[in-house]
């Protein structure tokens, strides 16, 4: 497909079950990035990736939180013992540089609820 | 750190009618990206215009528009002869020109549009 793909689309965990989240990007994408959006709000700056080096995860709320990109593409966001917190959206966007080409692609997004 | 703030949390207009949706945004930065983004409810957000801070003529695209003072840190969004299918949450976002380009987006506003 021509647009930013993710799975699964929804995803319904115990609190304390591990969790993955995958992120298909636009190919050829450079920039890929992780947004959390809670119910109600604005999504809000997870972490960053150039190409596979992982250049900003100041936004990771835990060191639960776990995002890599080994080869450059495919992202995964891993949420380990997961808390009712964790309860969100999580958009994954890419775009095609990041040297001011600006304009981001955002994905559907993975719905994450924690019971 | 940069905000972005949308003081209306929903906004309601008739059909065929005009409406604006006020954005206001905080940096130390003078080369940045401003967006607005359209997310309809259960899905994909998608990118409505973006603006580019070192131009002085405000970007359009079709019905859509804006109003951006650099000066007074105010982008706001114009919609002409809104249509049903305009109504959906509406966030702005702030991006740096340079670096991590990631997006930092406001609270949202929600549009209704009356038949």
């Known amino acids: 497909g021509a647009g930013v793909s993710q799975s699964p689309r929804y995803k319904v965990a115990k609190r304390g079950q591990d969790v993955a989240l995958r992120c298909d990007p636009i190919?050829?994408?450079?920039?890929l990035f992780w947004y959390q959006q809670a119910l109600g709000q604005g999504p809000e700056f997870l972490t960053y990736f150039q190409n596979e080096a992982q250049l900003d995860k100041s936004g990771l709320p835990s060191d639960r939180f776990f995002a890599e990109r080994p080869e450059g593409s495919v992202s995964t966001l891993k949420i380990q013992r997961t808390q009712q917190e964790d309860s969100a959206v999580y958009l994954c966007?890419?775009?095609?540089?990041?040297f001011g080409a600006g304009e981001q692609y955002v994905g559907p997004g993975t719905r994450l609820t924690v019971t | 750190a940069q905000t972005v703030t949308q003081s209306q949390p929903e906004m309601s207009v008739q059909e065929a009618e005009t409406v604006t949706l006020s954005c206001t945004y905080d940096?130390?930065?003078?080369?940045?990206?401003l967006f607005w983004y359209k997310q309809p409810p259960s899905r994909q957000m998608i990118l409505v215009i973006r603006?580019?801070?070192?131009?002085?003529q405000n970007a359009t695209e079709n019905r859509f528009s804006v109003n951006f003072q650099k000066a007074a840190k105010s982008f706001s969004l114009k919609i002409s002869d809104s249509q049903l299918g305009d109504a959906a949450m509406y966030f702005c976002a702030y991006s740096p020109n340079f670096g991590n380009e990631k997006l930092t987006f406001g609270t949202g506003t929600r549009l209704t549009i009356i038949p």
């Open positions: 603006q580019e801070a070192y131009k002085q």
């Open positions: 940096t130390s930065e003078s080369d940045y990206y």
């Open positions: 966007a890419s775009s095609l540089a990041g």
């Open positions: 190919s050829g994408h450079v920039s």
